[in-house]
């Protein structure tokens, strides 16, 4: 039981590219969120599902795009990175609870 | 006005010692509430949850003061151990199942 994996770890893109960043759990959760964390900032919601089929934004959606194809994956698109998006980007996933398991995180920097 | 703050601190404090921490949320239709406890460059964790009658777990007592809107997490006999970041964490929008967090508060504990 891996809980929830993100991959890649650490990412550097240039200005205008883009990626996906992976996100994965195996324990059946309904809920899946990606979140980004700034310092100084706390937590944000950028994006999240409650079921495989269904998404919704959150509080800082601009930039990214997201898909649920089935309850283990929640991938994150950056459609065309700014440094504006360099962060740290946090998936969870939880189930009828509110408690929320937290992948490990991908380090992205933008230049 | 964020929508829950935190002292960011830090907090010094010697082995042993007694600490306590406020947190303080905007919506007074929130429902749920938690702190959750992050180290250094690692995913955040539920620490615990915080229910109205106010709860205990070990060392750690919170308490929620919904009059007021404010949470608290009690430490005592901190260990060196405890050191981290403690976020405080509260759902205002029981439909999305969507949480907010506050930035922080760093605790250093001391030998």
């Known amino acids: 039981n891996a809980g929830v994996t993100q991959t890649p770890k650490f990412q550097v893109l240039k200005t205008g590219q883009s990626m996906t960043l992976l996100c994965a759990q195996d324990?059946?959760?309904?809920?899946m969120s990606w979140y980004r964390q700034d310092p100084g900032m706390g937590l944000r919601l950028i994006h999240y599902s409650v079921g495989a089929g269904i998404t919704d934004q959150g509080e800082v959606p601009n930039g990214y795009n997201v898909s649920r194809s089935t309850t283990e994956d929640f991938p994150l698109r950056l459609l065309s990175a700014a440094p504006s998006q360099t962060s740290v980007y946090f998936c969870?996933?939880?189930?009828?609870?509110?408690?929320?398991?937290f992948g490990p995180g991908t380090r992205l920097t933008v230049t | 006005r964020k929508e829950v703050e935190q002292d960011p601190g830090p907090f010094n404090v010697p082995e042993g010692a007694t600490v306590a921490f406020n947190c303080t949320y905007s919506n007074s239709a929130s429902q749920s509430f938690f702190w959750y406890r992050q180290d250094c460059r690692k995913e955040p964790k539920l620490l615990m949850s915080v229910y109205s009658s106010g709860n205990e777990d070990g060392r750690f007592t919170a308490q929620l003061n919904r009059a007021s809107q404010y949470i608290s997490l009690l430490i005592r006999d901190s260990k060196l151990s405890d050191s981290a970041t403690y976020l405080c964490v509260v759902n205002m929008d029981t439909g999305r199942r969507a949480l907010t967090f506050g930035s922080g508060t760093r605790l250093q504990v001391q030998p």
């Open positions: 324990m059946n959760h309904e809920y």
């Open positions: 969870a996933s939880s189930s009828r609870s509110y408690e929320q398991y």
